[in-house]
């Protein structure tokens, strides 16, 4: 393996990894809003306030994810030739979802008669969106059964208890996202009862946390001995102490009722989970069968996609930072994104 394999793959890692992050952050709250829709406290009139919120950024959010999987299949082919036959089936219901929720923000603002059927298609959307999502993560840290090059599984093996634990427990961690970014974004009684979901969410979040975190290592001797052997315990245990310091400052910042903050130590929160996950893996994008570095494109492929991602990545950067910039601040009854 040369120099130059090594740093083109670390770098096609780093940009797959950051736009799967920046997907599950900015996505992740517009569908928490959509999990906690049918429950908001005002009926239509919060209805309308809690969509108007999210409905000119949603479909730029989903653009990370788009950018995530071609990083992924430009940049390691047969880490995409595994996976998507092992998870063919959570991938579909996903994209089901995302339509059906899609959709709804279309032609809600337009519904007379059948408004009620496009709030309950942003819902369960929504909510099996973020299930899917979550069932895929959970098959992912199960790993994958493959043989030469190929899926050697069944089309249910990632149907298990810890995938459907998995599952459920990103719909808690959505629904404290959404939940804070209300928070941010409304006030009155919209305002209030957002407190205090956020509020119950994260006490979900925690213990699912701490679950995930007991489960995981008891699927691979490797995760065990990489968290709790010595001296890998010192270097990584301020992992879960700034995790446990950001969901203590999450639960002041609610109880201060600050309206910002919670938003960010929310995101916080995600990030340190998802520096865990990495922790656990690494190095494997296929486990416990290839690596990185197994799975990666030819360099001269790696070195072609790099120029356009060179381009493509600030632009949609640059696109995010405008669109959050435009619609900043509280969002007010009549004034939104009906058109």
């Known amino acids: 393996m040369s120099g130059i394999d090594v740093d083109l793959t670390l770098i096609f890692a780093g940009i797959g990894a950051f736009a799967v992050f920046m997907y599950v952050l900015l996505d992740g709250f517009d569908l928490g809003v959509g999990i906690l829709f049918p429950w908001a ?34 940049g390691f082919p ?12 959570p991938l579909l219901l996903m994209l089901i979802a ?45 790993g994958f059964e493959v043989q030469g090059r190929d899926y050697a599984g069944g089309l249910f093996d990632w ?25 941010m974004k409304t006030d009155g009684a919209l305002q209030d009862w957002s407190y205090r979901v956020a509020g119950l969410a994260l006490l979900a979040v925690l213990v699912f946390i701490a679950v995930v975190s007991l489960w995981t290592p008891l699927h691979s001797d490797a995760i065990r001995d990489r968290w709790f052997s010595l001296p890998n315990l010192y270097y990584l245990s301020p992992v879960p102490l ?57 360099p001269e492929s790696q070195v072609f996609l790099l120029v356009g ?9 640059l696109y995010t930072a405008f669109t959050y910039w435009v619609f900043r601040g509280k969002v007010r009854p009549g004034a939104g994104y009906q058109h």
Do not use: C
């Open 242 to 298: 700034l995790t446990a310091a950001v969901a203590a400052a999450l639960f002041g910042a609610l109880r201060r009722r600050r309206e910002t903050a919670p938003f960010v130590l929310a995101m916080g929160l995600f990030l340190l989970s998802y520096l865990g996950l990495a922790i656990s893996l690494w190095p494997y994008l296929v486990p416990p069968a290839f690596t990185l570095w197994d799975a990666a494109s030819p």
């Open 159 to 183: 149907l298990t208890p810890f995938s459907i634990m998995t599952g459920v427990a990103l719909v808690a961690g959505y629904a404290l996202l959404g939940a804070a970014w209300l928070v």
């Open 309 to 317: 991602l060179a381009f493509l990545i600030p632009t949609t950067l």
């Open 78 to 89: 047969l880490a995409y030739a595994v996976l998507l036959p092992a998870l063919y089936l």
């Open 41 to 74: 406290p005002g009926g239509d009139a919060d209805r309308d306030l809690m969509m108007n919120s999210v409905a000119p950024i949603w479909d730029g959010n989903e653009t990370w994810l788009i950018l995530g999987g071609a990083a992924l299949f430009a």
């Open 98 to 142: 995302l339509i059906f929720r899609g959709v709804a923000f279309e032609f809600r603002f337009k519904a007379d008669t059948s408004r009620r059927l496009w709030d309950w298609s942003f819902h369960l959307g929504s909510l099996f969106a973020t299930f899917a999502q979550g069932v895929i993560l959970g098959g992912f840290i199960q």
